[in-house]
């Protein structure tokens, strides 16, 4: 059976108030950021993509992406959205085909950056609210079936556990818990194995709304691509989504008019994916 996409709503789990970031607001920081950007105006349209299973998996589907990205980059702006840190998407960015992005989105939606400046765009941690890592990692290593992931994939903003097959209403008492000491959390399951924990005002959705409204784009002009639960959110904010064919069942399971689901794999499923949308319109 396949799910309906809500507005901006991601699962009981992932659920975090979109409302205020909803309308484009022309700000100082948005002329700031354009400004550390190298672009005079916003993008006329975003692709927001995931990176590891999504555009990184067979070499030559990311060869074919970048060729098909190279003769459209004036007109769309890409963004990446992960789990990884700065750093490491630059890090790819010099030594893969991957095109260079007008912004990173990391830490599973904690951190947004410009690219290549990378200039932090300070008011998005700015809303997240009764927040402590290193206490909630400390409360969270107690649990037996948890493992702390390395330290490189910590953050101030961000705590990551292994836990292999944990049910939804472990990571519900999970939940709970946490909120029951005062803190504010978002818990984000994927792979059946990956366990990241986040501020409630975080994640992969909220973070792209943030950035997209700031440049004034509007959802129809928005692109969003993922292959895991941690993609989740980001098809739940009036973007059109990209599910490549290679998605795990959590993204398979979406259905609805913004939804397109390719039969290929990494980033093939993206240029397919994208072709579908632009001759849409």
């Known amino acids: 059976m396949r799910l309906s996409a809500p507005a901006c709503r991601g699962s009981v789990l992932e659920w975090a108030d979109t409302r205020s970031l909803r309308q484009p607001v022309v700000t100082p920081l948005l002329i700031q950021s354009l400004i550390w950007s190298n672009v005079s105006v916003p993008p006329e349209k975003l692709l927001i993509s995931n990176v590891d299973g999504t555009l990184l998996g067979q070499d030559d589907a990311l060869a074919r992406f970048a060729a098909w990205f190279d ?4 007109e769309l702006g890409l963004v990446y959205n992960t789990g990884r840190n700065y750093d490491s998407v630059v890090e790819l960015v010099h030594n893969t085909d991957l095109p260079d992005p007008v912004a990173i989105i990391g830490g599973v939606g904690t951190d947004i950056r410009l690219y290549p400046s990378g200039e932090r765009l300070e008011e998005w941690p700015r809303r997240f609210r009764a927040w402590n890592a290193a206490s909630i990692r400390s409360i969270v290593a107690s649990y037996p079936e948890l493992t702390q992931q390395e330290w490189e994939q910590q953050s101030a903003w961000k705590v990551s556990f292994f836990g292999l097959g944990l049910s939804e209403q472990y990571l519900r008492e999970l939940k709970r818990n946490l909120q029951s000491l005062g803190y504010r959390v978002k818990v984000i399951y994927s792979a059946n194995n990956y366990l990241d924990i986040v501020p409630a005002e975080a994640g992969k959705g909220t973070a792209a709304v943030f950035l997209a409204s700031h440049w004034r784009v509007p959802p129809e002009r928005v692109f969003v691509c993922g292959d895991s639960g941690n993609d989740l959110s980001m098809f739940f904010c009036r973007f059109r989504g990209i ?10 399971a979406l259905n609805g008019p ?14 397919d994916g994208m072709e579908h949308w632009l001759q849409e319109g």
Do not use: C
């Open 71 to 74: 003769a459209r980059g004036d």
């Open 243 to 252: 599910v490549v064919g290679n998605g795990h069942p959590e993204l398979k």
């Open 258 to 271: 913004h939804i397109f689901h390719s039969s290929e794999l990494f980033a093939a499923g993206v240029v």
